[in-house]
Structure formats: structure tokens, C-alpha cells
């Protein structure tokens, strides 16, 4: 992690799909500028990152979702269960937001981004990135050939 973000992108995190990888870019981007808002105090502010953050992953669920169908993806009921109460819990922290102290909420926000980044995205969504790779024969994680 570099100081002041939530994660930095590369290619480590790629799951081999080019409009997933941007997509997954672009998401941690948004995560990022909710980490810039520790320092604010504006729940205006706030609530549009927030608000971004939700309708981003939401489109982006349905892609990584239906990629995953078209691959049967083995995990793919619990990888949605996932994708579920990230939304649900990004809802709830906008919800609190109107109540509650932004600063305070903001390093809750931030801690349980940082942890969804480091579990699922290098994590969870590798893991349908191998069960391709092993189904086509390739292994993305070497630049997405066989040699070595």
C-alpha cells in the first residue's frame, strides 16, 4: 500500500480480462479518493464518493458476474455473496453518514476498503483468474503464456 491510499494497481491484482483489469483500476481509484476524504470534514463529499463507489461496483459486479457465468465459475455463488454485502455495506455507511461524524466514519470506511482490496480483489478474484488460466491451459500470472 502506498501512504495515503488504499492500494496502488498493478499487475499482480490482474485477473487477465482487460475491461475487468480497467474496471478493477478504476475501482480502486474510487477507493482511493474515499481515503483522501480522512482528511475533510464535508459529508457532501463524502456521500458523492460514496454514492460513486456504489454505482461503479455495481456495474462492475454484473460484469465480473456474468464473465464468471459464462465460465462456470465453481465459486461463483459465494464470490456473489461477496459482491452482495459489499453493496450492502457501502449503502449502510452512506446511510450513517448523515448521522454520524464524518472523520470518524471515514477511517472505518477506509479500514474495511483496505481489507476488501487486500482479501477479495488479490485474493478472491484471482482465484476465478487461475480457474480460467487452468481450463485454457495458460497462466496469466506468467503474462499469459506458457513460457517460462
Not at 97 to 106: F, H, K, N, R
Not at 130 to 142: F, K, N, P, T, Y
Amino acid at each position: 500500500m502506498v501512504a495515503g491510499t488504499i492500494a496502488k494497481w498493478s499487475s499482480d491484482m490482474s485477473v487477465g480480462v482487460l475491461v475487468l483489469d480497467e474496471e478493477h483500476r478504476f475501482l480502486i481509484e474510487e477507493m482511493n479518493s474515499l481515503h483522501a476524504i480522512k482528511k475533510m470534514k464535508s459529508q457532501d463529499t463524502l456521500e458523492n464518493c460514496l454514492g460513486r463507489l456504489i454505482c461503479f461496483a455495481i456495474k462492475h459486479f454484473f460484469h465480473e458476474e456474468s464473465y464468471m457465468a459464462k465460465m462456470r465459475y465453481s465459486r461463483m455463488p459465494a464470490h456473489k455473496v461477496a459482491h452482495d454485502d459489499f453493496i450492502v455495506k457501502m449503502q449502510s455507511f452512506l446511510r450513517r453518514g448523515a448521522d454520524e461524524d464524518v472523520t470518524v466514519l471515514s477511517v472505518e470506511i477506509v479500514e474495511y476498503l483496505d481489507e476488501w482490496c487486500a482479501q477479495h480483489i488479490l485474493v478472491e478474484d484471482r482465484r476465478y483468474a487461475l480457474e480460467a488460466d487452468s481450463r485454457s491451459g495458460q497462466d496469466r500470472m506468467w503474462g499469459g503464456g506458457r513460457s517460462r
